[in-house]
Nanobody, 126 residues
């Protein structure tokens, strides 16, 4: 059974940090591109970051570069999103997504990802 489960969300004050985790199972994680997206109330889902199967290539929303860092541990089937200097506008549900088709390059396009988690809420208070 394919599963992608996010954790680590919560309430944090502006300027604080959170690390989101995504546990994957049921597919060949080590060859999958993994992505993070977010959706704020009343807004479309937005690309945040993605990482290639080898972690050799990462992709970020331009406005998040320098504050967010995506990483993965293929031995543990985990992908992480370190979020620093959080701002109220970062408030959203954060989703982990997998492109399971093997050894592809990271993409900002949601339709490149064929399996999604249920999301974890991140709320940043001002």
């Amino acid at each position: 059974q394919v599963q992608v489960v996010e954790s680590g969300g919560g309430l944090v004050q502006a300027g604080g940090s959170l690390r989101l985790s995504c546990a994957a199972s049921g597919f060949t994680f080590s060859s999958a591109v993994m992505g993070w997206f977010r959706q704020a109330p009343g807004k479309d889902r937005e690309f945040v970051a993605a990482i290639s199967w080898s972690a050799g290539r990462t992709l970020y929303l331009d406005s998040l570069k320098g504050r967010f860092t995506v990483s993965r541990d293929n031995a543990k089937n985990m992908v992480y999103l370190q979020m620093n200097t959080l701002k109220p506008e970062d408030t959203a549900v954060y989703y982990c997504a997998a492109d399971r088709r093997g050894y592809r390059i990271p993409s900002v396009q949601p339709d490149r990802y064929d399996f999604w988690g249920q999301g974890t809420q991140v709320t940043v208070s001002s």
